[in-house]
């Protein structure tokens, strides 16, 4: 079946111009995670969907980011008046009530 | 705090030689621990996991890991490298209610023929 899927796969920006990536998860997973990898670093958590309930959005950076599940499915994950220090890889997981996460390909963001 | 420590950044084994990835957490209470795979280009793959039970998980394309409580450990192994294992390697805890993970800063294993 078909996997996490990400859109764009990247997306070169000028600096203080907004960006939004887009990540389809797997038909019927309830839980959806962003996160975010800098150069040379492990994954750091953004944020966490899980069914209907608010969101955990207790690891983004700034009010510059924030995220929207629509029908419990697509997430928009919105950087505002991108910055330098954005340049990243953006991974979206879904996940199914066992907890194991399932990672979509990523966007490459390149502020400049 | 909750946090996953991989000691070695770059590890270079041989082909055919047996390899061992450290992974070392903290996490107050009992960890659900994972290993990750991310290839050039490719999103993370999972290796194996750990709930519960045995304490010597079996993984795919041969891994294994071990977790020893008293060590607060979750070591990667491998009896025998080959050259397609080159990749970087994640490892991670996950809260019990799998609101969030953890994620270590990755060690890259580079295989020499």
């Known amino acids: 079946g078909a996997g996490v899927s990400q859109s764009p796969s990247n997306k070169v920006t000028e600096k203080g111009k907004d960006v939004e990536l887009r990540c389809d998860p797997i038909?019927?997973?309830?839980?959806l995670y962003w996160y975010r990898q800098s150069l040379g670093q492990g994954l750091e958590f953004l944020i966490y969907?899980?069914?209907?309930?608010?969101?955990?959005k207790s690891g983004l950076p700034s009010d510059r980011f924030s995220a929207e599940r629509t029908g419990g499915s697509v997430s928009t994950l919105t950087i505002q008046r991108t910055q330098q220090e954005d340049s990243a890889v953006y991974l979206c997981?879904?996940?199914?009530?066992?907890?194991?996460?399932?990672f979509g390909p990523g966007t490459r963001l390149l502020v400049l | 705090a909750q946090s996953v420590t991989q000691p070695d950044i770059h590890i270079t084994v041989s082909e055919g030689a047996s390899l061992e990835l450290r992974c070392n957490y903290s996490?107050?209470?009992?960890?659900?621990l994972f290993w990750y795979v991310q290839s050039p280009g490719q999103g993370l793959q999972l290796l194996l996991k750990?709930?519960?039970?045995?304490?010597l998980v079996q993984g795919i394309k041969g891994f294994e890991a071990e977790f020893k409580r008293s060590q607060s450990s979750f070591n990667l192994r491998k009896p025998s490298v080959h050259w397609s294992d080159a990749a970087e390697y994640f490892c991670?805890?996950?809260?019990?209610?799998?609101?969030?993970?953890?994620f270590g800063s990755g060690t890259k294993l580079n295989v020499k023929p």
């Open positions: 997981a879904s996940s199914p009530l066992s907890g194991t996460q399932y």
């Open positions: 750990y709930f519960s039970g045995d304490t």
């Open positions: 991670a805890v996950g809260a019990n209610n799998f609101n969030k993970f953890y």
């Open positions: 038909s019927g997973h309830t839980a």
């Open positions: 996490y107050g209470a009992t960890p659900y």
């Open positions: 969907f899980q069914g209907n309930s608010a969101p955990d």
